[in-house]
């Protein structure tokens, strides 16, 4: 499995606190069976991320994983804020792309519920080249929420919610019936560090939500989607 959203990196904003601390995110993945985690600091104003230094605090990272024997893959990547789109340049937001070249941008949505803003930065980022992924829907509910997701659907955004909430989803929640909808399209864990929170796990997500998808759509949020989206290929299609 690949985690496309994970604050694993130490000391860069509200995620692991040292690097001990990434060191027990990463095994907690893999013991998940979560082979490659996507590290994305908050790309956002109340955090000081130098987007041209995240690949650099992912090798330290990466080299620190090798050497203790966890066979955990980490790439670059960031959690834009919906607000940051504009401001940033292409360069930048190239290297703020999950895998860190370019093709996919994980987008957080401004506090409160998706608004039609949303939809403009999924608008510009599309005309700068790039898609989107947009993270934790679940926090942003609202009035219209459905409809607001599957037009973002339809403008190509790819939806991903947490994996610990979706576990937790009972079958007669909002999120089931998405998914039955096809608008639950990837999981993450989103996971801020090792000691409290949310755990670097999706295992028991993708879980609760086979129980209405089938297998082939199943393969695709697992496996297919996640990798093409790291190898940058536009347009990914739901099944």
């Known amino acids: ?20 601390d990434s060191v027990a995110m990463a095994r907690q ?4 069976g979560i082979t490659v985690v996507c590290a994305t600091p908050h790309i956002r104003h109340d955090h000081n991320v ?11 990272l990466q080299q620190e994983l ?28 190239h290297l703020a792309c999950l895998g860190g070249a370019g093709g996919w941008i994980l987008l957080e949505p401004a ?6 803003g949303i939809e403009t930065s999924v608008e510009h980022l599309a005309e ?41 989803a009972g079958p007669s929640d909002l999120v089931m019936e998405l998914a039955r909808e096809g608008l639950v399209h990837l999981l993450g864990s989103d996971a801020h560090s090792s000691h409290a929170g949310r755990p670097v796990r999706l295992a028991s997500g993708f879980a609760r939500l086979a129980s209405v998808r089938t ?25």
Do not use: N, Y
Request: net charge negative.
């Open 66 to 93: 090798d050497e203790s024997h966890i066979d955990v893959r980490v790439l670059p990547g960031g959690e834009v804020a919906e607000h940051e789109v504009d401001r940033l340049t292409d360069v930048q937001l």
């Open 29 to 32: 993945a893999e013991q998940d």
């Open 215 to 239: 297998p082939d759509q199943m393969a695709w949020s697992m496996d297919l989607a996640p990798r093409a989206i790291l190898d940058r290929q536009p347009g990914i299609t739901p099944p």
């Open 128 to 168: 700068r080249g790039l898609g989107t992924v947009l993270a934790h829907p679940e926090r942003h509910a609202g009035s219209g929420f459905a409809e607001r997701l599957a037009a973002l659907a339809g403008k190509g955004c790819l939806i991903q919610w947490t994996a610990e909430f979706v576990a937790q």
């Open 50 to 60: 130098e987007v041209e230094q995240i690949s650099r605090h992912v090798h330290s």
């Open 1 to 20: 499995m690949i985690d496309l959203h994970c604050h694993i990196l130490p000391r860069l904003d509200d995620g692991a606190l040292d690097l001990p």
């Open 111 to 116: 506090p409160g519920p998706i608004g039609r």
